[in-house]
Every structure is written in C-alpha cells, then in structure tokens.
C-alpha cells in the first residue's frame, strides 16, 4: 500500500507564492515504481481536474490554466513531489490532492488533499 502526505497550502494574497509537497511512503513502496504524480484540485462545486503530473522520466504536463505560473518536480532521494505555484490567483482557490499511478499493478492512490485559499 502506498501513502501520500501533503502539505503547503494555505491562505496567500493573490500574486504570492506556494510551495505544496507530497511525501510518498508504504511498506511495499518503491518511490522508482511510481510512473505518474500528479497535482489535483477541486474548487467548491467543481469537478476534480488535473493541475499538473510528472512521469517517472521527469515529462511534466500542465492545465493550460496554470502554464507558465506552477512547476511540478519530484526528488527521488526524498520520495516527493513538489507544486511550486506563483503569481497565484483567486480562481486557484481549491483543495489540491496529489495522485500517484503505478500502472504495472493498476495501482492509483490520493493524498487526503491541502487547501489553498487566494484571496482578492
């Protein structure tokens, strides 16, 4: 079984910056296994979409609402992946969850999600 563990949100002015981290761990954890981590949110009334994920490789993709503005990374050595977010804006307001897929078990697992707040 995996866990994932996030942290970082918070309440920010709009223009200010978060970093979200996501700590991975479980018995039968291999950090190297994982093929996918990514970065959801969900805004009150919303559907869950994707912010952005990282392959094992490092092949980032992002919402293009986000381009430009966060950055996905992952750090094998300390089994985290990172959301660093600038020039925040109200509409990011959201809980983010992070997600990671292992697809040669079909495995999928979620974070119990961190919240961000922007305000005007």
């Known amino acids: 079984q995996v866990q994932l563990v996030e942290s970082g949100g918070g309440l920010v002015q709009a223009g200010g910056s978060l970093r979200l981290s996501c700590v991975v761990s479980g018995s039968i954890f291999n950090f190297l296994r994982i093929d996918f981590m990514g970065w959801y949110r969900q805004a009150p009334g919303k559907q869950r979409e994707l912010v952005a994920d990282?392959?094992?490789?490092?092949?980032?993709n992002y919402a293009d609402s986000v381009k430009g503005r966060f950055t996905i990374s992952r750090d094998n050595f300390k089994n985290t992946v990172y959301l660093e977010m600038n020039s925040l804006k109200p509409e990011d307001t959201a809980v983010y969850y992070c997600n990671a897929v292992v697809t040669t078990t079909s495995g999928n697992y979620w974070g119990q999600g961190t919240q961000v707040t922007v305000s005007s």
């Open positions: 990282i392959n094992r490789g490092g092949s980032t």
